[in-house]
């Protein structure tokens, strides 16, 4: 079984700092992506920031800039650097790993249990 846990949401004013951090654990056999997705009630759930294993970090164009993306492998670990917050940064953040249980077995989504972000103005 598989757990991915988030930290570092919370309440934070407009220009401030949060610094979101994402632990995997369990029966993972490799990693391949990781990264964040945020939604807000009635909209649909849109990719931040992702990082794959081989490939430069992907950023939503309103992000770019302000928030950045890294991963340790070894900790399993995926982290979110968000500066500059503004009010529609606010969301519940998700972490997302895409990994596998087995050796040559298949790519699978995983998905956190989600952490507020809400920037006040």
């Known amino acids: 079984q598989v757990q991915l846990v988030e930290s570092g949401g919370g309440l934070v004013q407009v220009g401030g700092s949060l610094r979101l951090s994402c632990a995997a654990s369990?029966?993972?056999?490799?990693?391949?992506?990781m990264g964040w997705y945020r939604q807000n009630q009635g909209t649909e759930r849109e990719m931040v920031a992702f990082v794959h294993t081989i490939f430069p970090p992907n950023y939503l164009d309103s992000v770019r800039g302000r928030f950045t993306i890294s991963r340790d492998d070894a900790k399993k670990m995926v982290y979110l650097q968000m500066n500059s917050l503004k009010p529609e940064d606010t969301g519940v953040y998700y972490c997302?790993?895409?990994?596998?249980?087995?050796?040559?077995?298949?790519?699978?989504?995983?998905w956190g249990q989600g952490t507020q972000v809400t920037v006040s103005s």
């Open positions: 997302n790993v895409v990994l596998r249980t087995d050796i040559g077995g298949i790519w699978t989504d995983y």
């Open positions: 369990g029966n993972i056999a490799g990693i391949n992506g």
